[in-house]
């Protein structure tokens, strides 16, 4: 075996957003510097995923219950959009770049992943096309700037798992989730509407499409806040929403389950709430954004 340092390029720099070190390192910090750190230090976050044009000033309201100072391992899932995967995968390399600094892997962690048997491996071009977990990285390396050196990413990308998976998945990240020196980031949009995403679902009585999104978005972030599983899969089944990192998001729910049976203490809050543009008419097109985080008491 040689010991050669494998890399994951910044392959949406230059696109998704800047690929300029001091610009990007400038834009964060300008929405980070329009929030309030309300609910530090996060256990857990949910995130959006999109350019950051579109959702940088919303996901800013995640990143900045981060606390820096006891956080030692991010572990960020994000959910597959190019390859069908029934399970979840590990990254085959040993560092992300970003414009920012480069992030290490765990490889002890993925060790103890890889030996459960659950996981595959992402192929170096499955985690370079993929951006769930890549649009996560320069707000994960500005979070953490000041220990920039002190910390360690678990990368996982997340299949269209079953409910039966979500749950075994959550049990096993649950052990990881009750230790404070690690956080989650659950990498998600929420309704994607419109032609062009083939969900054009529509309640009248709200008003406005864009007003009828977000009654059914904000349904389902309050079934998040209840922290039941169960509940959520019942409201993807019933109404079918766009919500991209469902599975990320059910295995988030299920290891926070997993915790209280055995009298852990916690809550969930969305902190914002965003589309990118407001539907008025059939032809409109949106996705949304929400960003939360998760505390223990």
């Known amino acids: 075996m040689s010991n050669r340092v494998v890399c994951r390029e910044a392959s949406h720099a230059g696109s998704w957003y800047t690929a300029s070190g001091p610009q990007l390192n400038a834009q964060l910090e300008g929405w980070l510097s329009q929030v309030q750190s309300t609910k530090r230090p996060a256990r ?23 606390d820096p100072s006891i956080t030692r391992r991010i572990f960020i899932l994000g959910p597959s959009h190019h390859v069908p995967l029934s399970r979840c995968a590990l990254s085959s390399v040993d560092i992300y770049r970003t414009p920012l600094y480069d992030l290490r892997i765990d490889q002890k962690i993925y060790g103890e992943l890889w030996k459960t048997g659950m996981f595959e491996r992402m192929s170096l071009q499955t985690d370079e096309d993929e951006h769930s977990i890549e649009m ?8 953490m700037e000041s ?36 956080l989650f980031v659950v990498s998600s949009d929420f309704c994607h509407w419109g032609q062009r995403f083939r969900y054009s679902y529509y309640d009248e009585s709200q008003g406005e499409i864009y007003r009828s999104i977000e009654h059914l978005d904000k349904m389902g972030m309050s079934i998040i806040e209840q922290l039941d599983p169960v509940s959520f899969s019942n409201y993807l089944k019933k109404y079918h ?39 008025r008419n059939w032809q409109d097109s949106s996705v949304s954004y929400a960003a939360g985080a998760l505390t223990v008491h």
């Open 44 to 66: 857990a976050i949910i995130a959006p995923h999109a350019g950051y044009t579109y959702c940088g000033s919303c996901a800013a309201h995640a990143y900045k219950q981060v």
């Open 241 to 279: 929403n766009t919500i991209c990192g469902r599975n990320p998001i059910g295995v988030l729910l299920n290891a926070i389950t997993e915790l209280q049976k055995n009298g852990m203490n916690m809550s969930f809050s969305f902190l914002n709430y965003a589309q990118s543009s407001q539907c």
């Open 136 to 143: 996560h990285l320069p707000y994960t390396a500005k979070a």
């Open 147 to 182: 220990h920039k050196d002190e910390f360690t990413i678990i990368p996982v990308l997340v299949g269209a798992l079953s409910e039966s998976k979500e749950q075994e998945f959550g049990k096993l990240f649950s052990k990881y989730l009750a230790d404070p020196s690690n």
